[in-house]
């Protein structure tokens, strides 16, 4: 009995650390690539930062900007002044 239950925790454990984590694939599929800005600021009002890090280049903003590398990754086009957020209001 107790070689039985060894055996399923060692398969178990090769199981849980040899799959991706979901939360990954979770991020990367939820990602969504809006048309234009207006769209996006309809779901993000201050637009989408990649990091939290990032200061904005534009001047002044009304809102803060939502923190998401995969999310700003997907919206990329949007960002005409190139400093990492993408549709800042």
């Known amino acids: 009995m107790r070689k039985l239950s060894?055996?399923?925790?060692s398969f178990g454990l090769f199981i849980a650390f040899s799959s991706p984590p979901l939360e990954v694939a979770d991020a990367a599929a939820k990602a969504k690539t809006y048309k234009n800005c207006t769209?996006?600021?309809?779901d993000y009002k201050g637009g989408v930062a990649r990091s939290a890090s990032v200061k904005?280049?534009?001047?002044?903003?009304?809102?803060?900007p939502f923190v998401s590398k995969e999310l700003y990754d997907a919206n990329k086009?949007?960002?005409?002044?190139?400093?990492?957020?993408?549709?800042?209001?």
């Open 56 to 64: 904005n280049k534009g001047g002044k903003t009304k809102h803060k």
């Open 77 to 89: 086009k949007s960002d005409r002044d190139k400093d990492l957020i993408a549709c800042e209001k």
């Open 6 to 9: 060894l055996v399923l925790l």
């Open 39 to 42: 769209e996006l600021n309809k």
